[in-house]
């Protein structure tokens, strides 16, 4: 995929995040990776009135710049400046070496277990789609800072996912349609795992149980080639 078609797919992602009800205004955020460097959704900027060519692009870091940062600035071209969120999508990367595209947002219930410091336990075999359950919340840290990345991708080891507390939450993929869809299932638990709490609680999956299901879901929701439509 050429850098504009994927500068596209960057927006188009952050317009249909907010349509399915994931998002609210602009307290989430979408990047790609490409190559050594990542397109993302700048800061406080509508999704709608953005232009492909205004999307910032950080390079990741390199000797000469380590942590992709400049005199305390991101190593970033472009008319509009990252979202603030830039170090949790480039820790995510680096972390992570399949993730192609992160999503953050505030999504409601992922941020109502999130504020209550909750994980998301085993309650539904499709968290096998996130590499297994629990899905862990990240300790505490202030948004934007290097200390919130750190922790968020402690939190996601083995996973493709995780809740952040008194924040949100946060997804890779291995294209942006995958990163998209994982998401809104996460999402989707999420509610059904509150609305489990208000019935009684939910019967856990075991180990074995969830195991099972997780390689049986290892790369579902993800067809070669995804991310060159
Ligand atoms: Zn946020």
Not at 49 to 67: K, N, Q, S
Not at 117 to 144: D, K, N, Q, S, V
Not at 171 to 182: P, T
């Amino acid at each position: 995929m050429t850098e504009g078609k994927l500068r596209a797919e960057v927006i188009a992602t952050a317009l249909k995040m907010n349509e399915l009800g994931i998002n609210q205004g602009t307290s989430g955020n979408v990047s790609a990776r490409t190559h050594n460097r990542m397109l993302i959704t700048p800061t406080s900027v509508v999704y709608g009135e953005l232009r492909p060519d205004d999307l910032p692009r950080l390079e990741f870091p390199t000797p000469d710049f380590p942590g992709g940062v400049i005199a305390g600035e991101p190593d970033w071209h472009g008319p509009l400046a990252p979202s603030s969120e830039w170090r949790l999508h480039q820790a995510i990367y680096q972390a992570f070496p399949r993730a192609q595209a992160v999503i953050h947002t505030h999504a409601t219930f992922s941020t109502v277990l999130a504020i209550a410091r909750r994980e998301i336990p085993a309650c539904h075999y499709m968290l096998g789609i996130f590499g297994g359950a629990p899905i862990r919340c990240a300790a505490y840290a202030t948004f934007g800072t290097q200390e919130f990345a750190d922790r968020a991708v402690e939190a996601m080891t083995g996973r493709s996912a995780c809740l952040l507390a008194n924040h949100g939450m946060v997804v890779w993929g291995e294209s942006l349609k995958h990163a998209l869809w994982r998401a809104v299932e996460l999402e989707t638990v999420a509610n059904q795992y509150y609305h489990s709490l208000l019935i009684g609680g939910p019967v856990l999956l075991s180990d074995d149980e969830m195991a099972d299901t997780a390689a049986k879901l290892d790369g579902y929701g993800h067809r070669p080639g995804m991310a060159d439509e």
